[in-house]
């Protein structure tokens, strides 16, 4: 956490009723190094799907469809 802070990538602010906790927040430049990691993750699994010959990743929305169902986690519709 220290090391995210002295990056500049998330700031901790007090929570408006409790002093006790602190919430944390991506900065600008936080939420720029995720967009550019998450956008590097969808690219590679992209290309698994490709080469696995699943380019619209079918099998594994149906594998994490029946996960979801089964752990009561709600699943998100596109990777």
Do not use: C
């Amino acid at each position: 956490m220290q090391e995210l802070t002295e990056l500049g990538w998330i700031e901790k602010k007090s929570h408006e009723t409790d002093k006790r906790s602190k919430k944390i927040y991506l900065t600008e430049s936080g939420l720029a190094i995720d967009q550019q990691i998450s956008q590097a993750q969808n690219d590679k699994m992209k290309l698994l799907f490709k080469e696995s010959g699943d380019p619209l990743g079918t099998n594994w929305t149906k594998v994490m469809t029946l996960y979801a169902k089964e752990t009561g986690i709600p699943l998100i519709d596109q990777i």
